[in-house]
């Protein structure tokens, strides 16, 4: 148990300096929490446009990383 919690210590640190590839690999974790609030806000949208509007947020999320935090 502690091994995991050192790499994901180590994954926010390196997401934290930029690293793109590890802000998706967050991002990633969380998109079943992501497509849960798309629901919650959109209930009625099929099932595909909730996984398609989970992948413009999480794209739109890496963009705001990187516009507001000069990443």
């Known amino acids: 148990m502690a091994e995991i919690n050192r790499i994901d210590y180590e994954l926010i640190v390196s ?4 690293n793109m ?3 998706g690999k967050i991002l990633e974790n969380f998109s079943g929490k ?12 099929p099932e595909e446009c909730r ?3 989970k992948q413009e947020v ?3 999320l890496v963009q705001l990383i990187q516009t507001k935090f000069k990443v």
């Not at 997401?15 to 930029?18: L, M």
């Not at 992501?34 to 949208?45: D, F, G, Q, R």
């Open 51 to 53: 996984k398609d509007c």
């Open 21 to 23: 590839a590890d802000i």
């Open 58 to 60: 999480m794209i739109m």
């Open 15 to 18: 997401a934290t300096k930029g």
């Open 34 to 45: 992501i497509e849960k609030v798309i629901y919650h806000l959109a209930p009625w949208l």
